[in-house]
């Protein structure tokens, strides 16, 4: 693309926000849903840059400056897909094989299954999302699928730093905003479908559109779809991703599935895994607690085969994956032999998947600690709590990441899904007792938090750990503090 009139500066950087802008840099200058990043085009100019990108509208919101200063105008029907475009131009580089993973559940530790899976192989690798950059190369993260610049600035790094493979978490913000619009995949899985970010895409439909651009839009047509069979909305994906002619490579339990998950058995510390790949039968043992983490693992088996390894290899290399953190971990053990964990669960579908799975290795009750988020999807409160009360045998509901809301209301809202449900606001408080309750044969799930540090209430972000939080209870009641 053009500037207006065949202005061609050149470009030192790229910026989207106007205090990081310096002398040369292209400013891009996007429509927002608080405020058009035009209105901050004068600023830009002020610090030397020398280039702008918009659209239409932010063009006329800054007419007057532009004609000021006489920068060269980029103005684009899709400014987002523009920048990401220009990023990827920009920092010229990524590793070799990228993969993408999208879907309600599951990316983060599909995507670090993957991760592990070329490790085990020997190729250096990364996985990019939720939990930041890890792997051979490591960075903190900001959002699950980071702004194009930040992203292709860290994928060129990766790649000079030598790493050739890497995984990546697709968000639906992120596929929305066209951050990995210039993101050359080999492959390209989906996990599942449920009730997430209504709050921001409005309905289900703009949801699962938003989901479906990674292969409608992202991946190339020579590129393969590798798709949770056993999802009903996958279907639907399926029709559209075959009419572009891409392979599609089917995970599930199913018959149609090339990747099929025959049968599984569970005990205390993980499970045995039956599968077929292409009719042969394979059986592994995974070191993974919860059935789901199975679909997982085979989903990041066949992003790794579909990004060229040998499947007997990827196979071979299934009983070294280890937990995610945060995802199903395993946070301490009471001296009575009962177990806590601590998952990401953040969805009714998602508390629901974690308690069903987590069932089989108990033998005694499942105990559970859920909340909801403040300044979230509201309708999913309710069904939060009635998740918990429906697969769990003890409920406690306490405070997630309130944000700007009364705590009050959102426990109020989640307790009309498990009225028989204890409401402790502390969440410190709600973990002691969760493990105090515990008896021998128990397993007590700590769901919503995962990985993260901190929780938010109002504009603070206070530190808390789930994982340090479990520990903590556990020696408190177990006699293991001074």
Do not use: C
């Not at 060129?156 to 995949?185: F, N």
């Not at 289900?204 to 590798?226: H, I, P, T, W």
């Amino acid at each position: 693309m053009q500037a207006r009139g065949g202005a061609a500066p050149v470009i030192t950087g790229i910026s989207v926000d106007s205090r990081t802008v310096k002398p040369g840099h292209l400013f891009a200058a996007l429509p927002g849903s608080q405020a058009h990043g035009a209105t901050f085009i004068q600023y830009a100019l002020r610090m030397g840059a020398v280039a702008v990108l918009t659209d239409a509208k932010g063009a006329q919101i800054a007419a007057a400056e532009i004609a000021e200063h006489a920068p060269a105008v980029v103005i684009a029907e899709d400014p987002r897909g523009v920048l990401a475009g220009a990023a990827a131009l920009f920092f010229g580089g990524q590793p070799e094989t990228m993969v993408a993973i999208t879907g309600t559940n599951g990316k983060t530790s599909v995507a670090s299954f993957t991760r592990q899976l070329w490790e085990v192989l020997g190729l250096s690798a990364a996985n990019i999302g939720t939990t930041g950059v890890e792997g051979a190369f490591s960075a903190p993260g900001v959002h699950t699928t980071p702004e194009p610049i930040t992203l292709h600035r860290v994928l060129s790094d990766m790649a000079r730093a030598g790493v050739t493979h890497a995984a990546m978490e697709a968000s639906s913000h992120g596929l929305d905003q066209r951050r990995m619009d210039a993101v050359h995949l080999a492959a390209a899985g989906f996990t599942n479908f449920t009730q997430d970010h209504l709050d921001y895409h409005g309905t289900f439909d703009a949801y699962f559109a938003a989901k479906s651009g990674l292969f409608m839009r992202v991946l190339s047509e020579n590129a393969v779809a590798v798709l949770n069979l056993d999802d009903p909305k996958v279907a639907t994906l399926v029709a559209q991703v075959e009419a572009r002619g891409q392979e599609v490579l089917g995970v599930g339990q199913g018959p149609d599935a090339r990747l099929r998950l025959r049968a599984q058995r569970f005990d205390a510390t993980g499970q045995e895994v039956l599968f077929d790949w292409q009719g042969a039968s394979h059986q592994v043992r995974l070191n993974l607690i919860g059935g789901f983490q199975a679909a997982n693992a085979l989903m990041a088996a066949a992003l790794v085969i579909a990004g060229g390894e040998p499947a007997a290899e990827v196979f071979a290399a299934l009983p070294k994956l280890g937990t995610v953190r945060g995802r199903m971990q395993k946070a301490a053990v009471r001296e009575n032999g009962a177990a806590v964990f601590v998952d990401y669960a953040h969805t009714p579908d998602a508390v629901e998947t974690a308690l069903r799975a987590l069932r089989p290795h108990v033998m005694g009750r499942i105990i559970a600690i859920v909340g909801a988020g403040g300044d979230r999807d509201t309708g999913k409160r309710p069904l939060m709590g009635a998740a918990a009360a429906a697969h769990a045998d003890v409920v406690f509901v306490t405070d997630d990441n309130p944000r700007s809301e009364d705590p009050a209301v959102i426990r109020a809202a989640v307790m009309k899904g498990a009225p028989e449900a204890t409401e402790v606001a502390d969440r410190a408080e709600a973990i002691l007792r969760g493990v105090d309750a515990l008896g021998p044969g128990d397993a007590l799930l700590i769901a919503g938090k995962g990985h993260e540090t901190g929780q938010i209430v109002g504009d603070d972000v206070l530190p808390f750990d789930d994982v340090e939080q479990a520990s903590v209870a556990v020696a408190a009641l177990d006699g293991g503090l001074a």
